[in-house]
């Protein structure tokens, strides 16, 4: 039996190599708001991060709000998407090293690979990345 050799990690972006729920809370707020409905905290919002957009907006803005609430999310999430996040603690020390050992390194987040891009380049995480995708590449 021959040794098998780890050539690549792929890693997730939101909770695991970065924090975006201040800036994913806002942007919900921000939909929320556009219906007439208060404010979420971030610790609720963030039970109900991981299943999609469209299902975040039925959760919490409501079934019947959901086309409306993905644009008013947008809108908002556009302007606070780099702002709003956060590198998790070691996250870029862990990728840099990881990249300087020789593994390929890829983020595969139901994030859009634009607004990762943008987060990633501005936290000094991009250059350890070989791939960043994302649903608005498939």
Known sequence: MTARRTRGIVFDLD????DSYPAIAASLNHAREGHGLPPLPVEVV???VGRGLPA?????VGPDHVEA????FRERYAEVVVSGSTALPHA???????AERGYGLAVASNKPATFSEAILTT?????AFQAVLGPDLA
């Open 15 to 18: 909770g695991t190599l970065i």
């Open 46 to 48: 963030r039970a109900h």
């Open 56 to 60: 975040l907006i039925a959760d919490l």
């Open 69 to 72: 609430g993905v644009r008013l």
């Open 92 to 98: 870029r020390a862990v990728v840099e090293g990881l």
């Open 123 to 127: 936290l000094g995480m991009r250059p």
